[in-house]
């Protein structure tokens, strides 16, 4: 079992000096504290920011901007898992300003499935709605209700009617998300298809990240 994480007075996890700390969205908590339970405890810690930023992409570069100074006040080394995410490219100037690494990939449907297979599913299908594990859970509160097709469904049309499917990447071998990531394709009228992706990228990029850690400095800010 991995030791229980200490937690500073805001609840977060502490931050010994000189480790790796992971900023990450919000929707990829669950993987990432599944890969970074696997490491020796302290190896690195993970602090996200809220998943639902996605509907506020003007949010992320300065919520970043003020976690990545906040850690390196501690003198903590900062890695990034994030795609642009609506960042319009902010995002990556930023992280090129500070010297900040982050996973590859435009959006985390190409960091699970890897960049060859991606492209050879929007080369197949263009009109794609990816789920992830993440969005099937909270497919009625980010999706169905989120966009307002609860109270709207005519709606469904407009923002869905160039997909023709839903293509369902899972992390885990889950049932009970494959019937409901089918449920989720019925609701948006599209066809169904599956693809087991574990981790994908995530937990190789996370391994070569922590062994690159220990040949760099941590970076200091104020």
Known sequence: M??????????NPSSPEGGLTLVACGA???????????????????????????????????????KVAALRRKGRHVAVVYGDCGTGGELDAFLQREK????????????F???D??????????GTFFLTDYMV????????????????????????????RALYIAQTDDPALQKRARA????LGLSYEYRFSGYGDLASWLETTVENRHAEPAATGS
């Open 2 to 11: 991995a030791r229980k994480p200490q937690l500073d007075k805001t609840g």
């Open 28 to 66: 990829l908590a669950r993987e990432l504290v599944a890969i970074t339970s696997q490491f020796p405890a302290g190896t690195v810690e993970l602090t996200c920011l809220p998943a639902s930023w996605h509907n506020h992409p003007e949010r992320i570069v300065p919520g970043l901007r003020r």
């Open 100 to 111: 900040i690494d982050r996973i590859p990939g435009p959006h985390c449907y190409e960091m």
């Open 113 to 115: 499935l890897g960049h």
């Open 117 to 126: 297979v991606f492209a050879d599913e929007m080369e197949r299908e263009l």
């Open 137 to 164: 859970r909270h497919f009625e509160r980010i999706v169905m209700q989120g966009m307002g097709l609860r109270k709207h469904p005519q709606l469904r049309d407009m923002y869905f009617g160039h997909y023709k």
């Open 184 to 187: 989720a394709a019925r609701e």
